[in-house]
């Protein structure tokens, strides 16, 4: 794991210095050593989070005769197989996995990307090509952003460390700052909330050379969207399922360095942890760590609606794990609001990032690595919103017997999430209200994302590759990396997203449960009063509750001059919404929308105003 950066200039000869800024501006994301490779047009740097091949994994790496040099970000966790392969037909002088990339590039060329089961971001400079070659893994794992102007092409794990070209402009992407404003959309495509900054899509790679970028998808999923409603083969698709999963983690627990867990007490991050001490137990690891303790790292709080301390009980009990426990607080947020901000580069959602935050400094305490249970979610249909694309989809397939079993079987899940976003409707014009008029003007018409509602399977595909699962995994990189850990994503493993797009898509939803085909997988494996929760909560924060706590603080600056003076937002009527909620007056539609504006203010003092 590693922070990575580089530039490359046809028409001039690289600052060395600059690429050296840039490589010190990631530090956090490798603390343990630096490395750079300069040819008269190219640059490249490296900051590294030793891992795997400790001693001999000094970056940037090279091939036998060093006419190709590569920085890496991320693991390849099939890497010893794919050496296995490469070893007779190439010299070796590392045990790393990213000597297998540069290797596996001179063997398969482009096409080298699709060997790879793992988390990456890499740039390799091909001396006899006079080419970059850059990748990222199918899911986005690891970032990778870039600028190019027709000319100079520069790239980097994080956007701060671009900036340390000081003749890039820093100038805020309004276009995205709208969106996210209103609708609360980020990391859906390209474009950064930084003009002229673009990210490299997750399975995407791209070739820099004279002639300009050209980026390709290299891998895509193939989706099923029909049902099936036997059970026939329920069993045979748990049991596959679950070989699967057992195999993902257990290939995610090769490491060199202490290995710990996210637990929240959902069942995903539980799922995860009983694996990994089945595999702890009966030697199903590397043999440094057979008979260790596992480590869980947990958010919890004083207030019932999102302390899941019971659950993460009920993991303990049943495999003796050692717990560790943090507990987030609003003023603890205020107070490292700007420094997360910092990390994440980009505005985000909302304030419960900060529980994953937290957790990860706990991490660092004790472990280098974590495993947690990201994922899960979108590709197993966790989340509520989802029963109703499926209820509507049973409809028009004229499934009324199986549609109506299905509502009276989750009508203890759905009925409260109705009544909700009923209560709720939209609100568009209200927080529209708090925008100032003439930013409004310019941007009304909305740029949407593709829909994809209608259909349950696809909006599935869309949430892994578009919508949900991108942000989320920006948010566990940066939050992780921030304090130099490694996070890890077991459910991500494209051999499972694969099989269960393959799948009759209600297998995702089945007699009234989520996650049907993990519930059935883990049975007798993962403790019941966790295989059956039908409460949702994840690594969640108090969000009402914290506004409140903070009202002093908000409020000064809200009231602020500087307030006043941004072009995007409406003072008054921002200040007349915080009183509405002091009072009650309000739901989760303007709590979300107030605090996008919160943050996105705390990321226009970082890092606009300076």
């Given at each position: ?19 050296k ?18 040819d ?8 590294r ?35 296995e ?6 010299k ?17 060329g ?44 520069v ?33 859906s495509d ?49 049991r ?16 060199e ?35 260790e303790?596992?480590?869980?790292f ?8 999102v ?31 700007k ?25 660092r ?24 694309i ?22 203890d ?31 009304n ?13 696809k ?32 459910f ?41 929760r ?76 300076k």
């Amino acid at each position: 794991m590693c922070g990575i950066c580089g530039m490359t200039d046809f028409s001039s000869v690289i600052d060395k210095n600059l690429v050296k800024r840039m490589t010190r501006t990631l530090k956090h994301r490798g603390p343990n050593d630096e490395g750079w490779f300069f040819d008269k047009n190219v640059g490249l740097g490296n900051r590294r989070l030793s891992i795997i091949g400790i001693e001999t994994g000094h970056q940037p790496i090279h091939n036998e005769d060093k006419t190709i040099w590569i920085t890496q970000n991320g693991e390849i966790y099939n890497f010893q197989e794919l050496r296995e392969i490469l070893k007779g037909k190439h010299k070796f002088y590392t045990e790393t996995d990213t000597e297998v990339i540069i290797h596996a590039y001179e063997e398969w060329g482009e096409k080298c990307v699709t060997k790879f089961n793992g988390m990456w971001a890499f740039a390799i400079w091909d001396s006899k090509k006079k080419r970059l070659f850059l990748s990222r893994d199918r899911f986005g794992e690891k970032p990778l952003y870039y600028f190019f102007d027709g000319r100079k092409f520069v790239f980097a794990s994080e956007i701060k460390s671009i900036f340390q070209d000081e003749k890039i402009r820093k100038n805020p992407n309004d276009k995205k700052i709208y969106e996210y404003l209103l609708y609360g959309l980020h990391d859906s495509d390209e474009d950064t909330f930084f003009e002229k900054i673009e990210r490299l899509l997750p399975a995407h790679y791209m070739i820099v050379d004279k002639k300009g970028i050209r980026i390709k998808r290299y891998w895509n999923l193939r989706v099923n969207n029909k049902f099936d409603f036997s059970s026939k083969k329920d069993e045979e698709y748990a049991r596959k399922f679950y070989e699967l999963l057992e195999d993902s983690i257990r290939l995610r627990l090769v490491s060199e360095v202490p290995i710990g867990t996210c637990l929240s007490g959902g069942l995903d991050s539980s799922t995860v942890a009983v694996i990994i001490n089945k595999l702890l137990v009966s030697g199903g690891v590397s043999k440094e760590m057979v008979g260790e303790k596992q480590k869980t790292f947990s958010a919890v709080y004083k207030d019932k609606d999102v302390d899941e301390r019971e659950y993460i009980e009920e993991v303990a009990k049943n495999t003796g794990i050692e717990k560790n426990f943090i507990f987030p607080t609003s003023q603890n947020l205020w107070k490292e609001m700007k420094n997360l901000v910092y990390h994440q580069d980009e505005p985000f959602g909302g304030p419960s990032i900060f529980a994953q935050w937290s957790v990860m400094k706990l991490a660092r305490k004790k472990v280098t690595v974590v495993l947690d249970g990201q994922g899960g979610d979108e590709i197993l249909a966790g989340y509520i919103p989802y029963y109703g694309i499926y209820f509507f989809n049973l409809f028009q397939k004229k499934q009324f017997v199986h549609l109506s079993k299905e509502i009276l079987l989750s009508l203890d899940l759905t009925l409260p999430f109705v009544k909700k976003f009923f209560a709720e409707s939209k609100h568009e014009s209200e927080i529209k209200r708090m925008l100032n008029s003439s930013f409004v003007s310019a941007f009304n018409k909305r740029s949407k994302t593709k829909w994809q509602g209608n259909d349950l399977a696809k909006f599935l595909y869309s949430e892994v590759t578009q919508n949900s699962i991108p942000r989320l995994l920006r948010y566990e990189d940066k939050n992780a990396m921030a304090f130099s850990i490694e996070p890890r994503t077991p459910f991500l493993d494209h051999r499972i997203v694969e099989y269960l797009f393959s799948l009759p898509v209600n297998q995702r939803i089945k007699n009234g449960w989520t996650k049907y085909i993990l519930r059935k997988a883990v049975k007798g494996i993962v403790p019941e009063k966790i295989r059956k929760r039908r409460s949702k909560i994840g690594f969640a924060v108090p969000e009402e509750k914290w506004l409140l706590e903070l009202k002093g603080k908000i409020r000064k600056l809200i009231e602020s001059e500087k307030i006043r003076k941004r072009k995007y937002f409406n003072q008054k009527e921002i200040i007349k919404m915080f009183e509405a909620i002091n009072h009650g007056k309000h739901d989760d539609s303007y709590i979300r929308a107030f605090w996008r504006i919160l943050i996105l203010e705390f990321w226009l003092e970082v890092f606009i105003d300076k």
